[in-house]
């Protein structure tokens, strides 16, 4: 129901009155479909028209301005600073739990409590059975802060933070700004005085963003989502934060007056949601009502999986007992409830110590500083060493040995240095020097114009390049050199028994036996399999070249077109380009690698020892490829898959004329996710690039069966 605007004695005109109500209630629903239900029902550009037309109306007319107006979506007024309030009902904090057994204890004090005021009130059916079946709501702990909204008959007249709980500050200016809160209720009987209670937070998409920005500006970036969404919260211009994409997500109700006559009130947790949800808040699609204490630790197992694929950041679970009969029954301890708890998952940021910096020189010479550190359990695993990736963000970060440091690892991403705790940092600690030549073979370190990484210029006279270059050419997805790993490959260089990968077709049995932790049986081993590597495919061999960007889905790209490695070699830019994948940098890379002599001197002292491949016919000037049925698809996978692994989906998406690459961009057709997708999926979401699941994938597979 909209609320019907004050004719006022300025505005006469019926059919200005006429028009705003009728945009307003438009650009309500419009905000709804986007924000609460993700569903938009019309382009961005049609919506800025409407918004625009009522921005338009109301600068003519201010007297119809209205707190509820869409256009307050979009800020007011900068504040000189924030007013106190008084929460009427304080905002209460969670009892932490960290372990199974600690929710076991969490789940025993409710059911104890339960059944000793059921005996008080003289009962007898305590039955042990009405325990087991307590229900609980499974909810993530959303990551961000804490908000209080108060709608007076539907319209929301105030904002505001939690505070210490009792008091918090008016940031009314700034939450009508947030898209996912409504600045008008929808729906059926709502109360006439509502407090809708949620967390406030900023998309991890959003945060890149933002950061991104920042670092493009030389501004100092947000630490994490949760400080940005605060830091964008506390502006006291709310046109600044209508500009920073945050969120809200309702969980729960605070003040509840004004019920009409005849009307229930929902009286369990998840139906409050759900009415929450029809009233025009979102709601957090992945809560979920279980009963009894083991389907909560299944859901934070579950949810543990799935947390690096949200698009939002959440620090753990919670768990609230499912009816508000119960609730009342157990009510508070001190500051937090005795129906609810936090599961927190393991921190994924600790402190520690930072030892020293090394720099270790990789395949294609980039110098990568790596911090080694005091170990520290962070993310679920002991860290010892972190990136530190370039003298960027070596001078961004400011590290120096000796300092107190923040690390952070999330999921499967390799640990971080987030900040340096400046308070902490010891006297006499000096910046850190990039080197300027290389700290193996002393070649001068240069950076081409242009990039960020510093390079040895000392190619393979580099003996670390050599390494890389020997391991990355015997790796799995490469020759697939069963038995030759790092460590070998190390020994083998050091020991001077190969220079270059060439060597390894003429190596001496009793030279390998020789070597530690080796025998005369795992020596012939590894000369028996670098034999059998020899058959390969051309796809391989070019990616084992070890070309700079040519991953493995480039290499099967250039195998496809060229069908033969001498193609390749005589190719030029132009033609390059037009091949899938290969934009004109990596044609560059492509072209400065062939055309430098000793790398054909390589390739034909490869083909010379016997490496060879069954005769692939090229596809650049037949129609073969067009007629499989993804022929100019690109997909992209992540997280993990079930009936099939990754590997053989990429196989089966190749066979029909797909192409896979490894990350998302504007060019990406498809994203399949399965569980732990986790930054890829936020960049598809971001960039719209449609994302299928397994099932999909697997009906597609069926489709062209
Ligand atoms: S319920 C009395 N539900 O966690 C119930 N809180 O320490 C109090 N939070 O500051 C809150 N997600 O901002 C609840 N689904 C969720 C939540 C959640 C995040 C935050 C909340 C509060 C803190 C509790």
């Not at 605070?254 to 409050?272: A, C, L, M």
Request: with cysteine; net charge negative.
């Amino acid at each position: 129901m909209s609320q019907e605007l004050k004719q006022s004695s300025s505005t006469q005109d019926p059919s200005v009155i006429h028009e705003v109500q009728a945009l307003r209630d438009e650009l309500h629903r419009h905000n709804h479909l986007y924000y609460a239900l993700d569903n938009p029902e019309i382009p961005d550009a049609e919506y800025d028209r409407l918004l625009r037309r009522l921005q338009q109306l109301e600068a003519e007319n201010p007297d119809l301005l209205s707190a509820d107006s869409p256009t307050l979506k979009v800020g007011s007024a900068p504040l000189d600073a924030f007013t106190q309030v008084a929460h009427k009902l304080p905002m209460l904090s969670l009892d932490n739990a960290f372990s199974d057994d600690e929710m076991a204890d969490f789940n025993k004090r409710v059911i104890d409590r339960l059944n000793n005021s059921i005996k008080n009130e003289a009962s007898e059916n305590t039955t042990k059975e009405l325990f087991e079946s307590l229900e609980y709501v499974c909810e993530p702990k959303l990551d961000g802060i804490a908000v209080s909204l108060i709608y007076e008959d539907g319209i929301l007249v105030m904002g505001v933070t939690r505070g210490d709980g009792t008091t918090g500050e008016d940031i009314t200016a700034n939450v009508r700004t947030v898209g996912s809160i409504p600045l008008r209720l929808t729906g059926n009987d709502i109360p006439s005085e509502l407090e809708v209670r949620g967390e406030i937070y900023m998309p991890k998409a959003a945060f890149e963003k933002i950061n991104k920005a920042a670092l493009a500006k030389d501004d100092k970036p947000f630490v994490n989502p949760r400080n940005a969404a605060a830091g964008s919260l506390r502006q006291l211009d709310s046109k600044i934060t209508a500009k920073r994409s945050l969120e809200m997500c309702a969980y729960s109700v605070g003040i509840v007056e004004g019920i009409k006559d005849g009307v229930d009130f929902p009286q369990t947790h998840e139906k409050i949601l759900l009415k929450l949800s029809e009233w025009g808040f979102r709601i957090n699609q992945e809560m979920r009502r279980v009963t009894g204490i083991d389907a909560c630790d299944a859901y934070y197992n579950n949810l543990s999986e799935k947390r690096d694929a949200l698009p939002y950041e959440i620090d753990g679970i919670v768990y609230k007992v499912n009816a508000i009969s119960l609730q009342k029954t157990l009510g508070f301890i001190s500051r937090a409830p005795r129906w609810a708890i936090a599961r927190k998952f393991p921190a994924q940021e600790e402190m520690t110590q930072l030892l020293g910096i090394e720099f270790q020189v990789g395949r294609t010479g980039a110098i990568t500083p790596v911090a080694r550190l005091e170990p520290v359990f962070v993310g679920g695993v002991t860290v010892s060493n972190a990136t530190l990736h370039n003298q960027d963000e070596v001078k961004r970060l400011d590290a120096r040995v000796g300092d107190t440091v923040i690390i952070r690892r999330a999921g499967d991403v390799i640990p971080q240095i987030v900040s340096v705790v400046l308070s902490r940092r010891p006297e006499h600690t000096v910046p850190l020097n990039f080197p300027e030549s290389c700290p193996v073979c002393e070649s001068p370190v240069v950076q081409v114009p242009g990039e960020v990484v510093m390079r040895c210029s000392g190619g393979l006279i580099c003996g670390a390049q050599v390494k890389e270059s020997i391991k990355h050419y015997a790796s799995r997805k490469a020759m697939d050199i069963d038995g030759l790993g790092d460590k070998l490959v190390e020994q083998l260089v050091d020991e001077k028994i190969i220079k270059s990968v060439v060597d390894l077709y003429h190596l001496d049995v009793d030279k390998v036996a020789s070597l530690e932790r080796m025998g005369k049986k795992s020596a012939e081993n590894l000369l028996a399999a670098i034999e059998v590597s020899k058959t390969t495919s051309l796809a391989r061999f070019i990616y084992s070249l070890g070309i700079r960007e040519v991953g493995e889905a480039t290499a099967r790209n250039l195998s496809q077109y060229f069908g033969d490695i001498d193609s390749l070699l005589a190719s030029d830019e132009e033609t390059l380009i037009l091949i899938n994948d290969i934009g004109p940098i990596v044609a560059r890379f492509i072209i400065d690698f062939v055309s430098q002599e000793s790398n054909q001197l390589l390739i034909k002292q490869l083909l010379e020892q016997g490496v060879n491949w069954p005769e692939a016919k090229a596809q650049n000037n037949t129609d073969d490829s067009n007629e499989l049925p993804l022929v100019n698809k690109t997909y992209v996978l992540s997280g993990s898959l079930f009936g099939l692994t990754r590997d053989q989906a990429k196989e089966k998406l190749q066979a029909l004329g797909a192409t896979v690459t490894g990350s998302v961009s504007k060019k990406t057709d498809y994203l399949v996710a399965g569980p732990g997708a986790g930054s890829k999926l936020t960049k598809a979401e971001s960039l719209s690039v449609p994302v299928l699941d397994e099932e999909q994938l697997l009906a597609l597979f069926e489709q062209y069966a």
